[in-house]
């Protein structure tokens, strides 16, 4: 714990000395001419289910976020989310204020993300379909936590690569605990959104005397002009048990425009195939799940806005412990979204 402290501590220091030695630019900022900014965002995330093999439906409110982002500075910034209803439920989700003192650098302080998840497996609003991959469903015990992260971006050669690293009390959201325990993450990130990239990555989470976990893992994704592809292996161990549990996805989407569309600009089609197995149950692999997708957006960009159509096909060899909660979460299911951002 010490050890921790002490790099934290050099890390803050390192920073003070650099953001001292900044370029003429920063040091002759007029500070009486800048304007702290505001943009709002959000999205809203609805939706119909029916399990055929219970032959019950539902409809829900997913998700309704709402958040602000800003800027205090040229170099100091600030952001808040908030879940409206989350299966009817508020919570507080990004509070946080960044500060970027070096380009490429930014160190962030308040409540944020834990950099382990890709966007695209836990954000309601990047997913590509309606129903997260196991992994990012019920892998780790959150996706956020309070503490202070900082990633720095640059490149080798023309070619982006990031760094992530983040402290954090470890007790995953709106929950300041004292501790002598703190959980930590890395992360290593090479190439862009666009084209190629992966990523590798491990998260501690000492929660209790039970539970003290280790996360560690790794991804793949290809993204072209209007397809992609993407894969990760994620696996968790207690070492208090030395209970282990593995999970991974292979999915891809493919888009076109349509012509002429008044009301849908783009049609997706997706697959999924995703598994999660557990070694208490002496198998490599206990539930598998393929899923189909069609959907379509109101708006030039694919996944923004859209009404998608999904069937979810389930596999199952044995009951693991984070399951089974309810009758329909094994069941065969159709689901009918609506997302819109804004």
């Given amino acids: 714990m010490k050890r921790i402290t002490n ?20 040091n002759n900022i007029n500070w009486g001419e800048f304007t702290p900014t505001i943009k709002f965002d959000g999205f809203l995330k609805s939706k119909f289910e029916y399990a055929d093999e219970t032959n019950t439906s539902r409809f829900s409110v997913r998700n309704s976020r709402v958040g602000i982002t800003g800027d ?71 996706t956020r936590d309070i503490g202070v992260s900082s990633s720095y971006d640059f490149s080798i050669a023309d070619f982006p690569i990031g760094v992530d690293a983040g402290l954090f009390n470890g007790n995953t959201i709106n929950d300041p605990v004292w501790t002598n325990t703190l959980s930590y993450s890395t992360r290593l990130r090479v190439g862009n959104m666009k084209g190629f990239r992966t990523t590798a990555k491990l998260y501690k989470y000492p929660k209790s005397e039970e539970i003290n976990f280790m996360f560690y893992g790794f991804d793949l994704r290809y993204e072209a002009n209007n397809w992609k ?35 849908f600009r783009n049609m997706i089609t997706a697959a999924r195939w995703d598994a999660m197995g557990s070694n ?14 069609v959907g379509f957006s109101f708006t030039p960009v694919p996944f923004e806005s859209l009404i998608r159509i999904d069937y ?12 089974n909660r309810q009758e329909e979460e094994t069941s065969n299911k159709l689901t009918v979204e609506l997302l819109l951002t804004f």
């Fill in 229 to 263: 592809v993407e894969t990760e292996v994620m696996h968790r161990k207690n070492k208090m048990d030395n209970d282990k549990l593995i999970a991974t996805y292979l999915q891809g989407a493919y888009w076109f425009p349509l012509q002429n569309g008044k009301l």
């Fill in 72 to 142: 205090i500075t040229s170099f100091v910034s600030y952001r808040a989310m908030a879940e409206l209803s989350s299966e009817g439920k508020f919570n507080v989700l990004d509070l946080y204020g960044a500060i970027n003192p070096l380009e490429g650098l930014t160190v962030k302080l308040g409540q944020s993300s834990i950099p382990i998840h890709n966007p695209y497996t836990v954000s309601p609003g990047k997913l590509l379909f309606a129903n997260r991959a196991f992994i990012g469903k019920y892998f780790t015990p959150g």
């Fill in 280 to 293: 208490q149950t002496n198998s490599d692999i206990d539930l598998n799940r393929l899923t189909m997708g």
């Fill in 7 to 26: 790099t934290f501590v050099s890390i803050i220091c390192a920073l003070s000395f650099l953001t001292a030695q900044e370029n003429n630019s920063k």
């Fill in 312 to 323: 979810e096909f389930y596999f199952s060899k044995n009951e693991l412990p984070m399951w």
